[in-house]
Each structure stands twice: as structure tokens, then as C-alpha cells.
T-cell receptor, first 115, second 114 residues
Framework: DTGVSQNPRHKITKRGQNVTFRCDPI?????LYWYRQTLGQGPEFLTY????????KSRLLSDRFSAERPKGSFSTLEIQRTEQGDSAMYLC?????????????FGPGTRLTVT | AQSVTQLGSHVSVSEGALVLLRCNYS??????LFWYVQYPNQGLQLLLK??????LVKGINGFEAEFKKSETSFHLTKPSAHMSDAAEYFC????????????FGDGTTLTVKP
């Protein structure tokens, strides 16, 4: 069990550029979640996948955001035409479908700074 | 809809003193409750969880929390603070109707004074 990994750990980009983040979940976990965390706040849910299917998207996820999980393994989160308000920590979590606990394991996050 | 309120964005204690971090939740169905710790520039680490079994839950690093349905609370405690406990703590709620996605509080920053 190598844990959830995220790449890159830090990304600085200029406003208007596109960025893509990657999340590699724990290998046997079939659920994968993306959260966004801004300074001084708790993580906010963005979207989640069960296997390769994206089953729910938050209203926080504007049209500029897209997430994929091809083959139900790793996931990517792309932000197009970045804005300064997109600056945040993007957290990925994975879990094993479990009707009892839904315990999530978090990655270290990708910190995005839009200048 | 679910929500979490963490009372006190900053808590400061002396090393060796009791740690008490407060969390109140709102949920229309029986909740699952979690406490996470986050160190600077790192992800969240699960401290403990309540899943409708025992109301007093013991976690890692000497932390425990008690689920009180009548008070809709899930406060986190540790009898004796250690310098290494200084971090940000998040309370979260989920349930079995929302596919496990969690709603988090805004966090409490714990400072431990020597």
C-alpha cells in the first residue's frame, strides 16, 4: 500500500493558462474524490468517481473544470483558462466501496497558484 | 443537507494540558463522523471515525472523541498535549446516502506552548 499520490505537488501558472493535475489512488480502491481547499477553510467536495464513472459534480465545478478517470485507475483534473480565484490546494482521496464507513484516504495535495 | 461547525478557529494549550476541540454537526440521517489532522503543506490524515458503533471512539496518537446525539456533537479530546500535536484539525460528516463524500468544518488550528 503506497498511499494516494498526487502530481505535481506545486504548480504556478499565469492567468488564462490550462493546468492538469494527476491523482493515483490506492490500487484496490474503486472510489476517487476531488476536493478543493482554500486558505483557512476545510476541503470542499468537487466531484467523485466510482470506477471510471463520474457520478456527481459539485456546483463549484464550473465549465472550466473537467475530471476524468480512464479505466478506473488514476484520475486527472484539468482547469482551463485559469483565474486567480482557482488558487487553492486540490486534494484527492480514495476509498473502497464500503457501505459501513466510506473511510477516505487523502493524498498530499497539489497547491495551485495563479498569478 | 449536512453541515459541520467547529467552534474556535484557534485553540492554544500548554504542553501536558488537556486538548478539547469542538465539533457540532447537522445531518438528516444517521451520520458518520470523522476527525482529520493536517500538517502544513500535507494532505489529511484520519485520526478517528464514528460509524454508529461505540459512542466513545479512540483514535491514533492518544486522541478520542465522543458522539453525543442529543447534543449533535463530536468533540475531540486528548488528555495531555504534546508539541507534535500542533496542527490543523478538521471535523467531517458523511452518511450512507451521499456515496461517502464528506462535508468538512473550517478547521481548528491547535497551538501547543512549551
Amino acid at each position: 500500500d503506497t498511499g494516494v499520490s498526487q502530481n505535481p505537488r506545486h504548480k504556478i501558472t499565469k492567468r488564462g493558462q490550462n493546468v492538469t493535475f494527476r491523482c493515483d489512488p490506492i490500487s484496490e480502491h474503486n472510489r476517487l474524490y476531488w476536493y478543493r481547499q482554500t486558505l483557512g477553510q476545510g476541503p470542499e467536495f468537487l466531484t467523485y468517481f466510482q470506477n471510471e464513472a463520474q457520478l456527481e459534480k459539485s456546483r463549484l465545478l464550473s465549465d472550466r473544470f473537467s475530471a476524468e478517470r480512464p479505466k478506473g485507475s488514476f484520475s486527472t483534473l484539468e482547469i482551463q483558462r485559469t483565474e486567480q480565484g482557482d488558487s487553492a490546494m486540490y486534494l484527492c482521496a480514495s476509498s473502497l466501496e464500503d457501505r459501513i464507513t466510506y473511510e477516505q484516504y487523502f493524498g498530499p495535495g497539489t497547491r495551485l497558484t495563479v498569478t | 443537507a449536512q453541515s459541520v461547525t467547529q467552534l474556535g478557529s484557534h485553540v492554544s494549550v500548554s504542553e501536558g494540558a488537556l486538548v478539547l476541540l469542538r465539533c457540532n454537526y447537522s445531518s438528516s440521517v444517521p451520520p458518520y463522523l470523522f476527525w482529520y489532522v493536517q500538517y502544513p503543506n500535507q494532505g489529511l490524515q484520519l485520526l478517528l471515525k464514528y460509524t454508529s458503533a461505540a459512542t466513545l471512539v479512540k483514535g491514533i496518537n492518544g486522541f478520542e472523541a465522543e458522539f453525543k446525539k442529543s447534543e449533535t456533537s463530536f468533540h475531540l479530546t486528548k488528555p495531555s498535549a504534546h508539541m507534535s500535536d500542533a496542527a490543523e484539525y478538521f471535523c467531517a460528516v458523511s452518511d450512507n446516502t451521499n456515496a461517502g463524500k464528506s462535508t468538512f468544518g473550517d478547521g481548528t488550528t491547535l497551538t501547543v506552548k512549551p
